[in-house]
């Protein structure tokens, strides 16, 4: 049975016949879908607006402009779920890929069930975190995707907002990497939980010297937990 999402789904793939089965697959569950062949082509799109657009799927090699700059230039203002579909299947091009602010990485060649399955998580996801928390010398505001710390506004990716939110939701809580990967990212990565080390690692870097009635603590083998209180609970 077809679905009426009424959304837009944008798909920046040069390969037409590639381009061609994910839209039919994904107009088949309701969704409206716009190709294009070319980085350049798909940053002229996104500046139109294209309406009710809900994710971008996105190649890497394209010709001209790659998917890292087109990726990377959606990151720049706007938390537009972001999933990259290419070739490249090397962990440093899936690091590259989180680290530059993509919600999911998938490897050709593909299955488009998979990929469908993948794109409506991803757009659960989005609207699920559509929260805000408000704590001493905190604020994370998802629908503006703005933090505010001790009164100062800081420059945070989408996903380093997104992995402050889920930790400072849930005070006191020792969290896994592996949640941390399931809930933030939306992607099963086995045997690999670095990028979550990496983002804390930024989010400590960014918040230094700003905080003090809060901190991400370390659990050592587990993961990371955020806390209210005193700054000089050593890591355990």
């Excluded at 929260?131 to 506004?153: I, K, N």
């Excluded at 809580?173 to 941390?180: C, G, H, I, N, Y």
Aim: glycine share 8%; charged share 30%.
């Amino acid at each position: 049975m077809r679905l009426e999402t009424g959304g837009v789904i944008l798909v920046v793939e040069d390969d037409q016949n590639v381009a061609e089965l994910i839209r039919l697959y994904l107009e088949n569950q309701g969704y409206r879908v716009v190709l294009s062949g070319s980085g350049a082509d798909a940053l002229r799109l996104l500046e139109k607006e294209v309406n009710d657009l809900q994710a971008v799927i996105l190649d890497l090699m394209l010709p001209g402009i790659d998917g890292w700059e087109v990726c990377r230039q959606i990151r720049r203002g706007s938390p537009l779920p972001i999933i990259i579909l290419t070739a490249k299947g090397e962990l440093s091009d899936k690091l590259r890929g989180f680290d530059l602010g993509a919600d999911d990485y998938v490897v050709k060649p593909f299955d488009p069930l998979e990929l469908v399955a993948r794109v409506k998580a991803v757009l659960r996801r989005a609207k699920s975190l559509s929260r805000r928390v408000e704590l001493p010398d905190l604020v994370v505001d998802l629908d503006s995707y703005t933090v505010t710390v001790a009164g100062q506004l800081v420059d945070l990716t989408p996903r380093e907002t997104e992995l402050l939110y889920f930790l400072a939701s849930q005070p006191g809580r020792v969290l896994t990497r592996e949640l941390l990967l399931q809930r933030v990212w939306g992607f099963e990565f086995p045997g690999n939980t670095r990028t979550v080390d990496v983002h804390i690692n930024r989010l400590r870097e960014k918040l230094e010297g700003l905080a003090h009635s809060w901190q991400i603590k370390t659990v050592w083998g587990v993961g990371y937990k955020f806390v209210l209180g005193d700054k000089n609970e050593p890591d355990f």
